[in-house]
């Protein structure tokens, strides 16, 4: 899986407006359980400033602001296009001028961008095809975050069931996938898989959670935790939540510098 198919869709301004539906959604349950977690898990971001890794067209960026009181949030992603979208829409709507910046970056890469008090990341680990990739990006969070300064991520894994089983299961749930490697029995090595939600396209490599705690620590982080995802009390969509999350092994990945 080339780097560039992984990013294929996020360039396109139909597939981006696809992508937009698709995490408006909350009936879909990617979306449902996934941004439900992370948005609980939250630290208190009340004055802090966040960096959003990777962040997209700015949503969540713009809800730290605006619903969440952070004083900053620096957005980072890999795709320009996508930053220059998202500043159209802090215009739009009207957020205050500095209040939220966007670098692009890879976050593959380590670098110094902005020192915060919390890097909140979703789907973020999915995009390191390697385990030295899986470490390029818990070092680039680390060396962005202030001494005590906390991460917050959404994961999950897949666990280590035949492919077919795994496809089966995510098919009952409107994912439909083209692609998942079988488990190779290594947890350096992710399981790349590509599916697509209602049109849009994911390719991604899905990492157990013994690769991302060691990179974490590896990086210098001195708490890593997992918190299991919960189902939201509000979810009325169609399927079962509950279900779904222990197919993901959906959690959480906090970490403190
Ligand atoms: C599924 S989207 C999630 C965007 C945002 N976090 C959200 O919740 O809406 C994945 C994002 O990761 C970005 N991305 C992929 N690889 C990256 C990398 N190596 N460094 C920074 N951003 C990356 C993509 O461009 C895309 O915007």
Redesign the pocket.
């Known amino acids: 899986m080339a780097a560039e198919a992984?990013?294929e869709d996020?360039h396109s301004d139909d597939k981006l407006d696809t992508?937009t539906s698709v995490?408006s959604d909350r009936n879909i349950p990617a979306v449902a359980a996934k941004?439900f977690n992370l948005y609980a898990c939250l630290p208190n971001l009340r004055d802090k400033t966040v960096l959003?890794?990777?962040?997209?067209?700015g949503?969540?960026a713009r809800r730290f602001i605006s619903e969440y009181g952070a004083s900053k949030v620096v957005g980072?992603?890999?795709?320009q296009k996508?930053l220059d979208l998202s500043r159209q829409s802090d215009v739009e709507a009207g957020v205050q001028d500095g209040r939220i910046e966007y670098v692009c970056?890879?976050?593959?890469v380590p670098r110094e961008i902005f020192q915060a008090d919390v890097c909140v990341?979703?789907?973020?680990f999915c995009?390191a095809e390697h385990f030295d990739e899986l470490l390029g990006?818990a070092n680039c969070v680390y060396m962005n975050l202030k001494s005590g300064g906390e991460f917050c991520s959404i994961s999950c894994s897949l666990g280590r069931e035949s492919t077919h089983l795994i496809k089966e299961k995510l098919e009952t749930f409107d994912q439909r996938v083209i692609r998942l490697d079988e488990w190779s029995g290594d947890v350096r090595v992710p399981r790349k898989m590509a599916s697509t939600i209602k049109g849009f396209k994911?390719e991604v490599c899905v990492w157990d959670y013994e690769a991302v705690v060691m990179a974490l620590k590896s990086a210098g982080f001195s708490r890593v935790e997992l918190v299991p995802y919960k189902a939201d009390p509000e979810y009325s969509g169609p399927y079962n939540l509950e279900k779904y999350m222990k197919m993901i092994d959906g959690q959480v990945v906090m970490a403190i510098k």
């Not at 980072?76 to 795709?79: A, L, Q, S, T, W």
């Not at 970056?105 to 593959?108: G, I, L, N, V, Y």
Request: net charge negative.
């Open positions: 992984m990013l996020y992508y995490i941004y959003d890794l990777p962040c997209g067209l949503i969540k980072v992603d890999i795709v996508q970056h890879d976050a593959k990341a979703a789907h973020l995009f990006i994911f």
